[in-house]
């Protein structure tokens, strides 16, 4: 699909500039932007490494000045605008066939919505409920007692072990495991003795769950991951937790079992949780975080172990400025030394 520059402005109610007639055939980022290629600055740095570039257009905002040779559109918000015109070049590819692959291993008494895709070599068991219009990849498992609602996507090779519920509009990714057992386990002489992981995992409307990431059943109850939360790719979630609504969760997050989190709260990549803690409404982990106590709502916390970033911005402050008075520190304690005589080995030479 090709398009003028006028044309993509009128799509994102922008107002074009330069050459309206050029054509674009792609979006693309600065770094790698063509000339029938559309890209999008948001100041005046990448504005200025632009210039230098043989880019076919550019979206910017109406503080920025216009380019010199470049066509440009004019608009709100470049970054989605940008999205938009995406989506218009490049159209999704065509939809996967409502119908059920011959190859697929589907229990008799699993009961499959209308117009659903289930792929080849997808295995359905016994008692599995799956609502309207749903896609089943290739090699997706939904084990026994399992249900979900309408327009739920499971990926090729994600596993739904017994008894998982997904709600309308969930999307689960490439090798995610939903619903496999809690680490439970009772040191005893004899040594490591599992502890039965008898509860179930309950995924509410709208939730995404990246490639490889984990949400392990209850040891009795409910694992819950609310309404809306985005769990990236390799994150880990224990038994017992409650994930709240409107969470984004960031990849190689851990969170040990039992603890809990409020709405809107967005956890960074690879910070870990201890059990039994709760993050507040609203608050923001950040990146790397060894969360070891309640996070009150609101909060943002910083480093190991976690504290209001505050506190950890004076902490590292102070930490950075002993580091670079060590060899300082060093002189003056070789001084004195001196000063009481000289050092050991002359001492013990002496």
Known sequence: MTYTVAELAEHVGGTAHGDVTRTIRDALPLEEVTGDAI??????????????????????????PLPAQIPAIVVGNPLEATLKIVTLLRPSSAPLPRKIDPRAAIDPSAEIGDDCHIGPFAVIEAGVRIGDR?????????????????????????????????????????????????????????????????????????VEIGACSTVDRATIGTTRVGEGTKIDNQVMIAHNCQIGPRNIIVSQVGIAGSSSTGCDVVIAGQAALVDHVNVGDGSVVGAGCAVIRDVPAGERVLGVPARPEREAKRHFLTLEKIVSRFPEIIREFDNFKKQLGGDSSKRKAG
């Open 39 to 64: 890209t999008f600055v948001t100041d005046l740095k990448k504005l200025a490494r632009l210039e230098a570039m043989d880019a076919g257009a550019v979206l910017l905002n109406e503080k920025l």
């Open 134 to 206: 749903c896609t089943i990849h290739a090699h997706a498992v939904i084990r026994n007692d399992c249900q979900l609602g309408d327009n739920v996507e499971v990926h090729p090779h994600a596993v739904l072990y017994p008894e998982t519920s997904l709600a309308d509009h969930c999307i689960i990714h490439a090798g995610a495991v939903i619903g496999c057992d809690g680490f439970g386990y009772k040191r005893t002489a004899e040594g490591h003795k599992k502890v039965p992981q008898l509860g179930r995992v309950e995924i509410a409307a709208d």
